[in-house]
């Protein structure tokens, strides 16, 4: 994701330094299923992404066998305004990934063609 073009930024536990530290820490050098990063766009990239995704379930929960994805802007917390989205960190560009078990050439190839599509 980091290095894809309509990726503007990404954010995973343990990849940078200071995080790094607390993952080895907390989670036995184990960042987890949860991937969080912004999608070029903001808002209307957000939800089409969402709405392109084939294999991605849309669904709030995390920790599931299934790989799951939300864009909180447009979905879980579109009743606030832009300005309390914000203020609780929620980007208009902020996309929660939960990555499940499904072979990771099918993940790549489902979160890559979603962004090509949103991009457009």
Wanted: charged letters at 20%; a negative charge.
């Amino acid at each position: 994701l980091e290095s894809h073009s309509s990726v503007a930024w990404v954010r995973y536990p343990g990849m940078d330094a200071a995080s790094k530290v607390l993952v080895d820490k907390y989670l036995k050098g184990k960042g987890g299923s949860m991937v969080v990063f912004g999608i070029k766009g903001g808002l209307e990239a957000g939800t089409k992404f969402i709405d392109n995704l084939k294999l991605f379930s849309h669904l709030a929960n995390v920790g599931d066998a299934k790989s799951l994805a939300i864009h909180p802007a447009s979905t879980t917390h579109s009743q606030l305004t832009p300005e309390n989205q914000a203020a609780g960190g929620i980007l208009p560009d902020l996309i929660r990934l939960s990555v499940g078990i499904e072979h990771i050439d099918d993940i790549v190839a489902d979160l890559d063609q979603a962004l090509k599509v949103s991009a457009s």
